[in-house]
C-alpha cells in the first residue's frame, strides 16, 4: 500500500486508516469530555465538602465556644462584684481572651449576614463593656459607687440576642452547606453514571462499526478465498469495506488469475512430461533390448569370427605369405577389441538401472578386492599398493569395488621405468563426506586434461602406446556420482597422478555387508 492511500481512494468509503483514525478521534473527544465532566463534579463536591467542614463547621462550634467565653465573662464580674475578690476576674479575663480567637473563626465565614450578625454582637458588647462591665470594675477597685444592675442585665441581654441571632445565622449556612455537599454529591453521581453510559455507548458503537465495516468483509473475503482454496478456481474474489480491503482482494483475485494460468501451463507442461516419460520408458526398453542384443546376438557373432580367425591363424601361419598373417593378425585383434568394448559398454550402461542392494562396507575390503582382480597385473609389474587407514561407506559394493580397480589399474598401466607405487588415503570432508585420495608415480596427467579424462572413449594416448578402450574413467566418475559423490583430477600434484573422489558417510539405518 502507498503511504497516502486516500489521496487515490476509490467510491465506497474511506480508508481503514482514515476510518480509524476517525473512531479514535471520537472516543478520544468522548473520553476528555466526560473526564472533563467528572472532573468538575468531582471539584465542586470538593469545594462543598471543604467549606462544610473547614469553614461553616468551625464557626458553629466557635459561635457556641463565643456563648461560653461570655457566659463566663458575666459570671465572674458578678462574682466580682458581690466578693470584691480579684480571684473572680480570671474567669472574665479568661473568657476575654478565648473570645478574640472564637470571633476571628466565626467571622472568616465572611457571608453578609454572618458578618451583619458579627457586627451587631461586637456593638452590644461594646455597649456591655463601656456602659456597665469596664465601670463596675473600676468602681469596685476604687470602692466607688457600683453602676445599677439593671443596666448591666439590660446591656448583656442584648448580647445574648445578637449572639442568638449569629448562631441562628451559622446554624442555617451548615444546613445549607449540608445541603450544597449533598447536592453536589448527587450531581457527582449523576456524571459518572451519565460518563460512564456515553463512553459505553461510544465503545459499543465502535465495536458495531467494526464488526459492519470490517469484520463483515473480511468474513466475506475469507469465504472468496475458501472457494478459491478449496478448489473452485474459477470463482472470483472480491472484497467490499474499506480500500485496504478492496485493495487486498483485488491483489487476491490477481493471484488466483495468475494461479489459473500458471496451473493451465503447468497441465500442458505435465502433459509433456507424461509424453517424455513414455518416450523414456519406450527408450529404456529399447535399451534394455538393446543390451541383450549386444550381451548374446551380437556377441555370439564375435565369437565366431575371433575363433575362426584364431583357426586360420594356427592351421595356415606361416603357409601364407607375410601380408596375410598380418590381415590375420588384424581380424583376430579386432575382434577381439571389439569384444571387449562391448563388454565394457554393457558394464557401463548397467551403473544405476541393474541396482544391488546397498550395504555399509569397509572401503579397505573394497581395495582388497580390487587387488585380488589386479592379481596378475600387480605381479607382473612388481606394483606395490599402500592402504592407510580407509572408513566404511555405504553402496553396491561392486561398483565401488570397480572403482579401486580402475584407479589401481591405470596406476599400473601408466607407469614409468620405476616400481609402481600406489597409495590410498581417506579423510573427513565437508557436507558429511569423505574424500577419498588414489595417488601413483606413474606418467602423469595435464592439467588441461582434467576434464576430458572423464569423457567416455576420451584417450590421451593411441592404443598401440596403451592399450584400453578409454571408459575406464567414465565408469569411474558415473558410479561415484551415481553414490552421490564427485571425482576429478588433482591438478596440483608434483608428479605422478592423483586422483580425489567423494563418498557419503555412513547411515546408520543401511544393512552392513558380510562377505
Request: with cysteine; hydrophobic share 45%.
Amino acid at each position: 500500500m502507498n503511504a497516502d492511500l486516500d489521496a487515490g481512494a476509490e467510491p465506497g468509503g474511506p480508508s481503514l486508516r482514515r476510518w480509524s483514525m476517525w473512531i479514535s478521534l471520537a472516543l478520544v473527544v468522548v473520553l476528555l469530555g466526560a473526564t472533563t465532566a467528572v472532573l468538575l463534579a468531582i471539584g465542586d463536591l470538593s469545594r462543598a465538602r471543604s467549606r462544610l467542614l473547614d469553614v461553616v463547621g468551625p464557626a458553629v462550634v466557635s459561635a457556641q465556644q463565643l456563648g461560653t467565653d461570655l457566659v463566663d465573662q458575666e459570671n465572674g464580674l458578678r462574682g466580682y462584684v458581690l466578693s470584691g475578690s480579684a480571684d473572680f476576674l480570671a474567669p472574665y479575663e479568661n473568657g476575654l481572651g478565648r473570645q478574640t480567637a472564637a470571633r476571628a473563626t466565626v467571622a472568616a465565614l465572611n457571608t453578609p449576614k454572618v458578618t451583619e450578625s458579627v457586627a451587631a454582637l461586637d456593638e452590644a458588647l461594646s455597649a456591655w463593656r463601656s456602659q456597665y462591665a469596664d465601670p463596675t470594675i473600676a468602681a469596685v477597685r476604687t470602692g466607688g459607687v457600683v453602676p445599677d444592675e439593671a443596666v448591666g442585665k439590660q446591656r448583656f441581654d442584648a448580647v445574648r440576642v445578637a449572639l442568638s441571632t449569629l448562631q441562628a445565622e451559622l446554624a442555617l449556612q451548615r444546613t445549607d452547606g449540608r445541603a450544597a455537599l449533598n447536592n453536589s454529591a448527587t450531581r457527582m453521581a449523576v456524571t459518572c453514571i451519565v460518563a460512564l453510559a456515553v463512553l459505553l455507548i461510544a465503545v459499543l458503537g465502535c465495536v458495531a462499526a467494526v464488526l459492519v465495516y470490517v469484520v463483515g468483509p473480511v468474513s466475506r473475503l475469507r469465504e472468496h478465498v475458501g472457494l478459491v482454496a478449496g478448489g473452485d478456481f474459477a470463482h472470483t474474489v472480491t472484497a467490499t469495506g474499506p480500500l485496504e480491503l478492496r485493495a487486498l482482494g483485488r491483489d487476491v483475485d490477481t493471484m488466483r488469475t495468475r494461479i489459473v494460468d500458471e496451473l493451465g501451463q503447468t497441465k500442458d507442461h505435465n502433459t509433456a512430461l507424461a509424453t517424455a516419460t513414455e518416450d523414456l520408458r519406450r527408450s529404456n526398453a529399447e535399451l534394455e533390448q538393446f543390451a541383450y542384443v549386444a550381451s548374446h546376438d551380437l556377441q555370439e557373432p564375435l565369437r565366431k569370427i575371433a575363433s575362426f580367425c584364431q583357426l586360420l591363424q594356427r592351421r595356415y601361419g606361416g603357409q601364407l605369405d607375410e601380408r596375410a598373417d598380418q590381415y590375420i593378425d588384424f581380424a583376430v585383434d579386432g575382434a577381439k577389441r571389439m569384444q571387449v568394448l562391448i563388454n565394457d559398454l554393457l558394464a557401463f550402461s548397467r551403473v544405476g538401472r541393474h541396482r544391488d542392494k546397498q550395504v555399509v562396507v569397509p572401503a579397505g575390503e573394497l581395495v582388497d578386492e580390487a587387488r585380488r582382480n589386479l592379481a596378475q597385473a600387480l605381479e607382473e609389474s612388481g606394483a606395490q599398493v599402500e592402504v592407510g587407514t580407509l572408513p566404511e561407506v555405504q553402496g553396491e559394493a561392486r561398483l565401488l569395488a570397480g572403482v579401486f580397480q580402475n584407479l589401481i589399474g591405470n596406476a599400473v598401466k601408466f607407469r614409468t621405468e620405476q616400481t609402481p607405487h600406489v597409495r590410498i588415503d581417506a579423510e573427513p570432508g565437508e557436507d558429511d563426506m569423505w574424500v577419498f585420495s588414489v595417488r601413483d608415480n606413474g606418467i602423469g596427467i595435464e592439467p588441461q586434461y582434467a576434464e576430458r579424462i572423464f569423457v567416455i572413449f576420451q584417450r590421451l594416448h593411441t592404443k598401440d602406446q596403451y592399450s584400453g578402450t578409454g571408459i575406464g574413467l567414465s565408469m569411474c566418475r558415473k558410479i561415484v556420482e551415481y553414490h552421490g559423490g564427485r571425482i576429478w583430477l588433482d591438478t596440483e600434484a608434483a608428479s605422478g597422478t592423483t586422483i580425489h573422489f567423494t563418498l557419503p558417510r555412513v547411515e546408520a539405518n543401511v544393512p552392513a555387508f558380510s562377505a
